[in-house]
């Protein structure tokens, strides 16, 4: 069973959708119990980092969210990704869930639009179970004005835009974090979310 949090902040019903489509056993969820139970943890996300970050902690997650994400699959979807990190500064300085190094600022691209809209090509960093199944020439869909800032060893790929923006972080362990939607994301996106579906015991 893959939990999907709901905590009032997040794009929850397409990617219960995909989940549908997959035939991967899931269900929306703001009980801390059922969030325990789980064998999987998908966290969206849409919106502001600070307003996201306290809807969490006042739907009373944030604890539950982090202790379980340490132990079983946990994918952050779009801001559900920002909010992985230590720190956000969108509109002002807020702690994000601290479960990856590294903190989410505004993207700074000169001659470039912001937001970052559109279709874009994955290229590949570390390895990755979730991206096992993708090819050379992967696009994914992206909506977003801020950006992951963290070191190498957690990019398992990015998106060329006026320099390398992170698409899809992991620990090497349990956490995977997607800039893009891949409930959006067409044939890729949808193998994205299998391949996630496929870590659970």
């Known amino acids: 069973m893959i939990a999907?949090?709901?905590?009032?902040?997040?794009n929850i019903f397409s990617v219960k959708n995909?989940?549908?489509?997959?035939?991967?056993?899931n269900m929306l969820t703001?009980?801390?119990?059922?969030?325990?139970?789980?064998?999987?943890?998908?966290?969206?996300?849409v919106g502001a980092f600070p307003a996201a970050m306290k809807k969490l902690s006042e739907s009373g997650l944030t604890d539950v969210v982090k202790a379980e994400a340490k132990k079983k699959p946990f994918l952050g979807i779009c801001l559900g990704m920002q909010m992985l990190f230590e720190k956000g500064y969108e509109f002002e300085e807020c702690d994000g869930l601290g479960l990856i190094p590294g903190s989410v600022r505004k993207m700074e691209k000169p001659g470039y639009i912001i937001p970052h809209m559109g279709w874009n090509k994955l290229e590949y960093g570390v390895e990755c179970p979730l991206l096992k199944n993708t090819g050379d020439e992967t696009y994914v869909y992206f909506v977003h004005s801020y950006q992951a800032v963290t070191d190498d060893k957690y990019i398992a790929a990015w998106a060329e835009y006026d320099g390398k923006?992170?698409?899809?972080?992991y620990d090497g362990k349990t956490v995977f974090g997607a800039q893009f939607h891949p409930e959006?994301?067409?044939?890729?996106?949808?193998?994205?979310?299998?391949?996630?579906?496929?870590?659970?015991?």
């Open 18 to 25: 995909a989940l549908d489509y997959l035939a991967l056993e």
């Open 30 to 45: 703001s009980a801390p119990k059922e969030i325990e139970a789980a064998d999987a943890i998908i966290l969206p996300g």
């Open 184 to 201: 959006k994301s067409g044939i890729t996106g949808l193998d994205i979310l299998k391949s996630f579906g496929g870590l659970i015991k």
């Open 165 to 169: 923006v992170p698409a899809m972080v």
């Open 4 to 10: 999907i949090v709901d905590y009032g902040a997040g």
